[in-house]
């Protein structure tokens, strides 16, 4: 089967998601700048253990291979242990993104014996001072430490994740040597304006010019480092990067967040993207298999604005969050169009009147991360 049937036949979506992102809190012991989901303080309205635990027999009944998990910080969850353990016995992988706050030497042992689980640590810099600017005071060794922890553990090759920016997009290379020097592998991805990055996406978000540098760098090194198709958008510019190349929401991929809503992209947390709740009756079943706004994601798409662009079939038009929170109509280019359509359309818009994200759990005042090693685990 070719890619482009393979690719036809997803986006008529499946029994089931591909890749699922479950949110399990919003409580995060940092306060990044880009953070997708405004994550700080916990809500009250959390998923509880048991009906985190009804999700996942959901989910080994769809037949779901693997989850990720992130937050907020996952293991901030008092349960964190339990539902990953839970997980894995029926089947389910596990890949958790984690700024590494909690993975002491001995939580890195516990996570070594453990199989089907994979972990990214999320750094946004070679250095403290690219990474801090943006993860907070401390994160970048707090990252490193757990690095350092896992390795020592024997757990693997883990995944260094990093979000793309104008500021270290020069050290991509420096990423994938540390990464090839922990028998690591680099993930990197695209940087949304979602949650709080839609207050800092226009002062982070990789010029035109980086944006071909992106990739070439990819062309060069795509076939050891993972995207999550992130940078289809780029693909305008040549050759096709590797991966299926287009947008799975509520397709093949989907969001849980921590209150159990279903969201049709993690990356569009707002009510008109949300389909639903895994607290309704059929639970996340039905939303999967019989949300309209799911359906209606799963019939062909028009091609709007780009029908006239001879680039639309490489790019699919690029990201829906990136348009919707920039204000850009979905059918229209994606801000960051490397043919300059987009630089163009948002000189048209009137960013007062843009979306803002569904929720704001960002902490009232800032953290200092200073004691980062006596960070403890709350509920």
Not at 171 to 179: I, N, R
């Amino acid at each position: 089967m070719s890619v482009e049937t393979l690719v036809t036949q997803l986006k008529n979506g499946l029994d089931a998601p591909i890749c699922l992102t479950w949110e399990l809190t919003y409580a995060c012991n940092l306060q990044c700048v880009h953070c997708l989901s405004s994550s700080g303080q916990r809500d009250p309205r959390e998923l509880t253990t048991a009906e985190a635990k009804q999700v996942l027999d959901e989910l080994r009944d769809l037949q779901v291979f693997y989850i990720n998990i992130g937050g907020g910080e996952p293991m901030v969850r008092r349960d964190f242990f339990e539902l990953l353990e839970y997980s894995i016995a029926n089947g389910i992988g596990v890949k958790f993104s984690t700024n590494g706050a909690f993975i002491d030497a001995e939580k890195a042992r516990r996570l070594a014996e453990m199989d089907y689980l994979d972990i990214q640590i999320s750094l946004d810099g070679i250095d403290a001072l690219t990474n801090d600017a943006v993860r907070g005071p401390g994160s970048y060794e707090m990252a490193r430490r757990a690095m350092d922890n896992l390795a020592a553990a024997n757990f693997g090759p883990f995944k260094i994740s990093v979000v793309v920016t104008r500021h270290n997009v020069d050290q991509l290379d420096e990423f994938k040597a540390l990464a090839d020097s922990y028998g690591a592998q680099l993930r990197i991805t695209r940087l949304r304006p979602s949650g709080r990055g839609a207050d800092s996406w226009h002062d982070l978000h990789p010029t035109n010019a980086q944006q071909r540098q992106i990739y070439n760098w990819l062309m060069a090194h795509g076939d050891n480092v993972l995207t999550g198709d992130s940078f289809f958008h780029l693909n305008a510019l040549g050759d096709p990067l590797p991966g299926l190349n287009m947008c799975g929401a509520g397709r093949v991929v989907c969001l849980i967040d921590p209150i159990g809503d279903v969201y049709a992209c993690p990356f569009v947390i707002h009510d008109e993207f949300k389909a639903g709740s895994v607290r309704d009756e059929g639970g996340f079943s039905h939303v999967w298999k019989q949300s309209p706004l799911f359906l209606e994601l799963r019939e062909p798409q028009s091609a709007g604005a780009c029908s006239s662009c001879g680039s639309y079939d490489a790019c699919q038009g690029g990201c829906m969050a990136a348009k919707f929170f920039t204000g850009l109509p979905l059918d229209g280019p994606d801000p960051e169009c490397v043919t300059g359509h987009g630089e163009q359309a948002l000189q048209d818009v009137n960013a007062a009147l843009n979306p803002k994200p569904a929720m704001d759990h960002s902490k009232p005042v800032s953290v200092s991360l200073s004691a980062s090693r006596k960070l403890s685990v709350v509920s």
